[in-house]
């Protein structure tokens, strides 16, 4: 058996790499490992959901642990609730920000974290093994709903106290925030304007990762009507892009370092996570703000998440919109996130683009290489024992995520997706010809290698 869990948990082509079958024993396996007897589990609107929760369900039940259905809600409530509700274990169904064809088991434990690679090593060694505990017919586990979502959003509307009635244009895109984003910022006193907020699990209105390509309706539509900013979420809400008052799509790097500057600066300085693939401008705020980057994880959140618990970190993410506020919770919190940044406009008495503006902007290149998932770490692989000759660089070489070297003029860092079978090449340089010329040397050494592999 190959490898299940990758840096998201199991993820996979429904009923290809993952079938109901796999989703069963990923209960049973849970449950036996954790001697779980309570158990939540949730959904993202992924038409798979309600399919591969049946089985999650039978295999929880079988091992004796009753559960708690919440139905579809984002990621981070289920995280939330999994703690709220005292539960030994919870479950999220979600491919997060992957096409409708995918779909996902994310584990959580009762402090908000993910499952870490040695808890999903001992799961796949259950499963391997067929080694589950299974109940007694007299002890096996119960199933119910509860609609406990609203504790999620009391949570939203805790976290900010705004006096401004921002104008707010709130992209759901059909995913599992549909309901509690534009509901908690309207409990806040903003004006908000929903979009694509009918839940639909084949993401019809926009893909379901929010990126400048995928926003472009979203960033006309905060332009015609004149709001403060626009916010979009990815399928299962543990991600957050922003648009500005003139309608232009935020770079995720500077919005990832103006928030950490934010942070510190209100607290008198900390430490901070994010990791390999993050702009230096992340450094650059902390470090102006008397903080410090104490870690560049390996690209994940459970690895940023698992930093921040470890470094007693304030605040850290990922250049793709997750962000994780320890003092709430650990996992990566769209939704929270959205409402936290409203705050930090008010309290600077600043747009989003004024609070932008401070961040130096380096240019950053990222480009996808497809590759087979059997193939992908053997070619990177081979790429490191090439990459500072074809570079002719003595530059710095780090490995714990990929491969990222350092240049004079900027980085490259070069890895093999978790979720999908891809190489992805991040490069950032002083300019843009100097990233362009980055980038052209490593794809063309991607490439090559790819076809070697």
């Not at 299940?4 to 036996?32: D, E, I, M």
């Not at 992957?98 to 993910?114: A, C, H, Q, R």
């Not at 703000?289 to 921040?308: F, H, L, N, P, Q």
């Not at 994780?324 to 769209?334: E, I, K, L, M, Q």
Request: hydrophobic letters at 40%; charged letters at 20%.
């Amino acid at each position: 058996m190959g490898k299940l869990f990758g840096s998201s948990g199991v993820r996979g082509l429904v009923n290809s790499a993952l079938t109901p079958q796999l989703a069963c024993k990923v209960g049973l396996a849970v449950a036996t490992h954790a001697k779980a007897k309570k158990a939540v589990v949730a959904r993202d609107t992924r038409v798979s959901g309600l399919m591969l929760e049946d089985a999650l369900v039978a295999g929880l039940n079988a091992a004796g642990a009753d559960v708690s259905l919440l139905g579809v809600v984002p990621t981070p409530a289920l995280a939330y609730l999994t703690r709220g509700l005292r539960a030994d274990v919870g479950f999220m169904l979600t491919a997060s920000h992957n096409p409708p064809e995918y779909n996902g088991i994310k584990v959580f434990s009762g402090d908000t974290l993910s499952y870490t690679e040695q808890s999903q090593t001992a799961l796949e060694q259950i499963i391997t093994d067929n080694s589950f505990a299974l109940a007694d017919w007299r002890g096996i586990g119960k199933a119910r709903s509860l609609n406990v979502g609203y504790a999620y959003v009391e949570l939203l509307k805790q976290a900010a106290k705004l006096r401004k009635p921002w104008r707010v244009v709130v992209d759901a895109g059909c995913g599992a925030t549909f309901h509690v984003a534009p509901a908690a910022l309207n409990a806040l006193g903003c004006k908000v304007t929903a979009v694509n907020a009918q839940p639909d699990g084949y993401f019809p209105a926009r893909k379901s990762e929010p990126t400048a390509e995928s926003l472009t309706s979203l960033a006309e539509t905060v332009k015609a009507l004149g709001a403060d900013l626009g916010v979009a979420f990815d399928g299962d809400g543990d991600r957050v892009a922003f648009i500005d008052e003139e309608g232009v799509f935020v770079d995720f790097d500077r919005a990832l370092a103006a928030y950490v500057a934010y942070t510190l600066k209100k607290r008198g300085g900390g430490k901070v996570v994010t990791t390999v693939e993050a702009s230096m401008c992340v450094e650059t705020m902390a470090e102006r703000y008397g903080g410090k980057v104490v870690e560049r994880t390996k690209v994940g959140d459970i690895y940023v998440s698992e930093a921040i618990k470890r470094h007693g970190a304030v605040f850290g993410g990922e250049p793709c919109g997750a962000w994780v506020h320890p003092r709430f919770h650990y996992c990566p919190d769209g939704p929270l996130s959205a409402v936290l940044l409203l705050q930090a406009l008010e309290n600077e008495g600043k747009s989003l683009r004024e609070f932008i503006a401070e961040v130096p902007q380096y240019m950053t290149l990222r480009e996808n290489i497809k590759c087979k998932n059997e193939l992908k770490y053997k070619a990177v692989s081979k790429i490191e024992k090439t990459l500072t000759t074809a570079f002719g660089s003595s530059g710095k070489l780090s490995t714990v995520d990929g491969i990222r070297l350092a240049l004079k003029n900027g980085w490259l860092l070069i890895r093999a997706s978790g979720t999908e079978p891809l190489i992805r090449l991040t490069v950032e340089g002083e300019s843009l010809k100097a990233a362009q010329d980055i980038m052209s040397k490593g794809t063309a050494l991607v490439k090559a290698n790819v076809g070697a592999a």
